[in-house]
């Protein structure tokens, strides 16, 4: 395995370079987080729709386990159990909306992976940097556990478990364990775990950081041990509901309504409903889970004993657990939402639960309609410093803080961004297909043809897949 | 001008403000005023006090900021009201939080009764190679040393030791009679 321990010293060099004004040492880090023998285990996997451009490369890259959806090129990388999701990526001829530019889209885009190393990492949506149309690029980068990289072109940065960095342009910093940060560009920082940032200059900025005492609990990354905390205990109790899907080329089909997506990598457990226009991606995992017209699951999800009324969203990573959702509910990325049988959660519709929300409770809790919630909640009391009605953070104009919560600007524009993203997404899934019009990932996605792939098996380049160029 | 030496302008170690490492925040806020009332009142009063380790040598320095930042709170920002610059807030914004927090914080009395007994070396800043600079140095190099390294003082060393202290106010009054003899 010569080939692969010196395409790993080549990442880390390369990653650590660009870090070394913020003076951290991604090695110690990642040194056997993923042992090498691993990486020979898995096969990866590509689809094939007739409404995606079918175009792979890879280059000296290990891909074990990963999954590879529309136009996507990795060199000298590293892709562990990641999910490269290239189905909302711009095409030629788009019209791309910048304030100040109407930019043509002059080929599609294409997402490139170069020197960098990514454990089950998720990458989705398409570049937002009007700078790079036409390239959503992942280079020198070490991403871990359940991040997800989102819309967001990345350069020399490090991002610890389960963190996102959504629609922002990041160039050299670190992303702390459990922090999301969506801020349009930043360069240079270094992000504490547990900060979840949205920031939109000039119109408004929202903070809340973790309790560090109380988020390691949940989630709690140090050098030289693997990830740990509540967060790692869930998602690795259910592994094994999944390795029976990966193990088997041709699994058994499930009945779903027509106008519903069921991805064949994804857990159904028994007493699931799925409605008309749903959406489960692949490596969700439902279970008596009632899913309502329009609702969606989207990759890394896990729904327990829940019933989600419907057009409900379900961000990236998020975990809903004994809970009751209205209508129009959106759950963001990597939230963790536990009622427990006996005291369920219940979530009035409309309501956002903001990226990266912990609630967990131990007593029964209900979330009035129209709220936004954000932080760590586990009773009823904390909701008083970690939600606000839509109504009255519409009415902010100036800045407010509330508990470890700080917003400055606009809350009309907040909400109205929020509200446009999620309306964004339910189209983009296919939430509001009417049989004619609307169709969106729930339709698009329902017959995928995979193939796999797979490294050498031995010698020096064992576990380096061969140089694989896939076009129609 | 260049023919004064940094002896000539220096203030030795002597008549300078000095405690040692481990005393509190009130042991050099009466050496200062020690010093001060000793000191030639026609010459600019002193703004520091110097830290010294057992072996008398200079260690760091205690300035009026310095000994300020004793009094902020640093541990009631438990939401780290500092930090919020960085993420893009506005200064507005955190001044306004930082007097909501002072308004909930304990009084200034009570804040300097607790710095009073903080140590020195909590606070002081630590001199560094280029703060040092030779007892027969040239005025010029001195100046120079001052402009480009934005420092307030230099250590006056002689044969490795601490000697004295060349502070910008006498290097200032130096090149302003030199100017005005010029003038004449």
């Given at each position: 395995?010569?080939?692969?321990?010196?395409?790993?010293?080549?990442?880390?060099?390369?990653?650590?370079?660009?870090?070394?004004?913020?003076?951290?040492?991604?090695?110690?880090?990642?040194?056997?987080?993923?042992?090498?023998?691993?990486?020979?285990k898995f096969y990866a996997f590509y689809g094939i729709t007739p409404h995606h451009p079918l175009d792979f490369q890879f280059r000296h890259s290990n891909l074990a386990g990963s999954y590879f959806l529309g136009k996507c090129r990795t060199t000298n990388s590293i892709l562990y159990k990641s999910d490269i999701r290239g189905d909302e990526l711009k095409k030629k001829g788009d019209i791309f909306q910048y304030?100040?530019?109407?930019?043509?889209?002059?080929?599609?885009?294409?997402?490139?992976?170069?020197?960098?190393?990514?454990?089950?990492?998720?990458?989705?949506?398409?570049?937002?940097?009007?700078?790079?149309?036409?390239?959503?690029?992942?280079?020198?980068?070490?991403?871990?556990?359940?991040?997800?990289?989102?819309?967001?072109?990345?350069?020399?940065?490090?991002?610890?478990?389960?963190?996102?960095?959504?629609?922002?342009?990041?160039?050299?910093?670190?992303?702390?364990?459990?922090?999301?940060?969506?801020?349009?560009?930043?360069?240079?920082?270094?992000?504490?775990?547990?900060?979840?940032?949205?920031?939109?200059?000039?119109?408004?900025?929202?903070?809340?950081?973790?309790?560090?005492?109380?988020?390691?609990?949940?989630?709690?990354?140090?050098?030289?041990?693997?990830?740990?905390?509540?967060?790692?205990?869930?998602?690795?109790?259910?592994?094994?509901?999944?390795?029976?899907?990966?193990?088997?080329?041709?699994?058994?089909?499930?009945?779903?309504?027509?106008?519903?997506?069921?991805?064949?990598?994804?857990?159904?457990?028994?007493?699931?409903?799925?409605?008309?226009?749903?959406?489960?991606?692949?490596?969700?995992?439902?279970?008596?889970?009632?899913?309502?017209?329009?609702?969606?699951?989207?990759?890394?999800?896990?729904?327990?004993?829940?019933?989600?009324?419907?057009?409900?969203?379900?961000?990236?990573?998020?975990?809903?657990?004994?809970?009751?959702?209205?209508?129009?509910?959106?759950?963001?990325?990597?939230?963790?939402?536990?009622?427990?049988?006996?005291?369920?959660?219940?979530?009035?519709?409309?309501?956002?639960?903001?990226?990266?929300?912990?609630?967990?409770?131990?007593?029964?809790?209900?979330?009035?309609?129209?709220?936004?919630?954000?932080?760590?909640?586990?009773?009823?009391?904390?909701?008083?410093?970690?939600?606000?009605?839509?109504?009255?953070?519409?009415?902010?104009?100036?800045?407010?803080?509330?508990?470890?919560?700080?917003?400055?600007?606009?809350?009309?524009?907040?909400?109205?961004?929020?509200?446009?993203?999620?309306?964004?997404?339910?189209?983009?899934?296919?939430?509001?297909?009417?049989?004619?019009?609307?169709?969106?990932?729930?339709?698009?996605?329902?017959?995928?043809?995979?193939?796999?792939?797979?490294?050498?098996?031995?010698?020096e380049l064992k576990g380096v897949y061969p140089t694989i160029i896939i076009r129609p | 001008m260049e023919k004064y030496l940094v002896r000539d302008l220096m203030v030795p170690l002597s008549e300078y403000a000095t405690v040692h490492v481990g005393s509190t925040l009130f042991d050099a806020v009466l050496a200062l005023e020690k010093a001060q009332e000793e000191f030639d009142h026609t010459k600019y009063k002193?703004?520091?006090?110097?830290?010294?380790?057992?072996?008398?040598?200079?260690?760091?320095?205690?300035?009026?900021?310095?000994?300020?930042?004793?009094?902020?709170?640093?541990?009631?920002?438990?939401?780290?009201?500092?930090?919020?610059?960085?993420?893009?807030?506005?200064?507005?914004?955190?001044?306004?939080?930082?007097?909501?927090?002072?308004?909930?914080?304990?009084?200034?009395?009570?804040?300097?009764?607790?710095?009073?007994?903080?140590?020195?070396?909590?606070?002081?800043?630590?001199?560094?190679?280029?703060?040092?600079?030779?007892?027969?140095?040239?005025?010029?190099?001195?100046?120079?040393?001052?402009?480009?390294?934005?420092?307030?003082?230099?250590?006056?060393?002689?044969?490795?030791?601490?000697?004295?202290?060349?502070?910008?106010?006498?290097?200032?009054?130096?090149?302003?009679?030199?100017m005005k003899e010029c003038t004449i």
């Open positions: 395995m010569k080939a692969l321990t010196e395409l790993f010293d080549r990442i880390v060099q390369r990653v650590n370079i660009n870090l070394r004004e913020l003076a951290f040492d991604v090695r110690p880090f990642v040194k056997d987080l993923v042992p090498f023998n691993q990486l020979v304030p100040g530019f109407e930019i043509p889209v002059s080929k599609d885009e294409g997402i490139r992976i170069e020197d960098s190393f990514l454990i089950k990492t998720l990458v989705h949506n398409y570049s937002h940097d009007p700078e790079t149309l036409e390239k959503f690029f992942i280079t020198n980068t070490v991403s871990t556990h359940y991040a997800n990289i989102h819309g967001s072109p990345t350069d020399g940065s490090y991002l610890g478990p389960f963190s996102t960095v959504d629609l922002t342009t990041m160039n050299d910093c670190v992303i702390g364990a459990f922090s999301y940060v969506q801020a349009s560009e930043i360069s240079h920082l270094n992000i504490e775990p547990g900060t979840v940032w949205v920031r939109s200059p000039n119109n408004f900025n929202f903070l809340y950081r973790y309790p560090l005492d109380k988020l390691s609990h949940y989630i709690h990354f140090a050098a030289g041990a693997p990830p740990q905390g509540l967060l790692m205990d869930f998602v690795e109790d259910r592994k094994e509901a999944f390795q029976r899907v990966f193990e088997k080329v041709n699994i058994e089909q499930v009945s779903v309504p027509k106008s519903a997506s069921l991805d064949r990598f994804a857990v159904l457990k028994p007493k699931t409903h799925i409605s008309d226009n749903v959406l489960v991606a692949q490596r969700a995992f439902l279970q008596n889970a009632w899913m309502g017209k329009g609702a969606n699951a989207q990759e890394n999800c896990y729904i327990i004993n829940a019933r989600l009324e419907g057009f409900n969203v379900t961000a990236h990573g998020a975990k809903i657990i004994e809970a009751d959702l209205g209508q129009n509910v959106f759950v963001g990325f990597n939230s963790f939402l536990r009622g427990r049988p006996d005291c369920r959660l219940t979530i009035g519709k409309d309501s956002i639960i903001m990226p990266h929300t912990i609630i967990d409770i131990k007593e029964p809790l209900k979330i009035p309609p129209d709220h936004l919630v954000w932080g760590l909640v586990t009773c009823a009391a904390d909701l008083e410093t970690h939600s606000i009605s839509l109504k009255a953070l519409s009415k902010i104009n100036d800045a407010f803080s509330l508990g470890s919560m700080f917003f400055e600007g606009s809350g009309n524009s907040f909400v109205t961004a929020f509200r446009d993203r999620i309306h964004h997404i339910l189209e983009a899934n296919g939430a509001l297909y009417d049989g004619m019009k609307n169709k969106g990932h729930a339709q698009k996605n329902q017959n995928i043809s995979f193939n796999t792939i797979q490294p050498y098996p031995e010698g | 002193h703004r520091g006090v110097l830290i010294l380790d057992k072996k008398n040598r200079v260690i760091g320095k205690l300035s009026h900021l310095h000994t300020l930042r004793a009094l902020e709170p640093k541990h009631d920002d438990v939401n780290g009201i500092k930090e919020l610059g960085q993420f893009g807030f506005s200064a507005k914004f955190v001044r306004s939080l930082r007097k909501q927090q002072r308004r909930q914080g304990a009084p200034l009395e009570d804040l300097c009764k607790k710095a009073m007994m903080l140590k020195v070396e909590e606070f002081m800043h630590i001199t560094a190679e280029d703060e040092f600079i030779d007892h027969q140095a040239t005025l010029d190099m001195a100046i120079h040393q001052l402009v480009q390294e934005k420092l307030l003082s230099l250590m006056v060393t002689q044969d490795g030791n601490t000697i004295g202290i060349l502070r910008l106010a006498d290097v200032f009054a130096a090149v302003y009679h030199a």
